[in-house]
């Protein structure tokens, strides 16, 4: 019975887990400035999706605001940033590694935008701190609003909290005390 009931918990405990959505919501950013959460996570990054929508007011589309200005970058416990997208900012500083631009290239229309990268340099793994950052990737950038930032990191988990485990052990010693008596 106590081993039904502790397999029970850990694959309770196993099934929760699930690809990482960080919902960095409404951000309106200068160019260089940006968005960064530090999550707790572990796993190995295989895809992300990036999606936001674009809304420039008049004066960033005369300044020539685009959308694929926009970059995100992240950061593994144990490598360097690696970034996706913007113009001439790297956002995690010297050494960012440059991956690759964002499917629209070149798009400047407001409304919003998604991509979906596979093309993921090796190395991207780890349990730890991560850095996730968003942000408006071309210096010379007058204010723009992203709306509806979402980053889905595929393959990456986030790191149960200590009272998480401490409340499994204490369900698995209450079962094994019922068992005794």
Do not use: C, H, K
């Amino acid at each position: 019975m106590l081993r039904r009931a502790a397999l029970a918990l850990l694959l309770a405990a196993g099934a929760s887990r699930a690809d990482v959505v960080i919902n960095l919501g409404n951000a309106n950013l200068v160019g260089g400035d940006m968005v960064v959460q530090t999550p707790q996570l572990s796993g190995t990054l295989l895809a992300v999706v990036v999606s936001f929508d674009f809304e420039p007011d008049l004066a960033a589309q005369a300044n020539g605001s685009w959308a694929s200005d926009a970059a995100f970058a992240i950061e593994s416990p144990i490598t360097n940033p690696v970034q996706w997208g913007g113009y001439d900012v790297l956002l995690g500083g010297e050494s960012t590694i440059f991956v690759d631009d964002w499917a629209f290239y070149g798009e400047s229309d407001p409304g919003p935008y998604t991509d979906i990268r596979t093309d993921i340099p090796v190395g991207l793994f780890g349990t730890g701190t991560w850095a996730v950052a968003f942000g408006n990737a071309w210096s010379e950038s007058t204010p723009v609003q992203y709306n509806s930032i979402t980053i889905t990191l595929v393959g990456l988990q986030t790191i149960p909290a200590p009272s998480g485990a401490a409340a499994m052990l204490t369900g698995l010693v209450t079962l094994a005390r019922r068992r005794r008596r």
